[in-house]
């Protein structure tokens, strides 16, 4: 038996414009705009004050394909139940590359979950 798979669309992330995309960000006309949006990420990184060893890690064409996959399997955050965007790691890696890497350290969270578990985690070190 064959299955139709439904392509998801997307609306541009340009405000305003009403093209649809198949994966999400800009359309044709707009992407000008996810270029801006990467040099001023990459500039982010390269020069912020949070830019640690393992910055390298999460820039990766392989964090990110990992990521994907990882979000595709579990797509519900862990904590609420809403979509999850985030996939977390359970136990920070500390750069710990077989750590960062281990897919059962990895939890999926939404942002407004990932920041209050981020947040409690910094709160913790503070009093450590």
């Excluded at 393992?54 to 797509?75: D, F, G, I, Q, V």
Aim: glycine share 4%.
């Amino acid at each position: 038996m064959k299955v139709n798979r439904v392509s998801v669309k997307y609306l541009c992330k340009s405000p305003g414009c009403r093209a649809t995309v198949d994966k999400r960000g800009y359309c044709p006309l707009h992407s000008y705009k996810q270029r801006e949006d990467d040099e001023r990420k990459a500039k982010w990184f390269n020069n912020s004050k949070y830019r640690n060893e393992w910055t390298e890690l999460y820039n990766s064409s392989r964090w990110r394909n990992e990521r994907e996959a990882y979000l595709k399997e579990n797509p519900i955050c862990v904590s609420c139940g809403e979509t999850a965007t985030v996939v977390d790691h359970i136990k920070a890696h500390r750069g710990d590359e077989e750590l960062f890497w281990d897919r059962s350290n990895y939890q999926s969270l939404c942002v407004d979950c990932h920041n209050k578990k981020t947040l409690q985690e910094m709160l913790y070190r503070r009093r450590k």
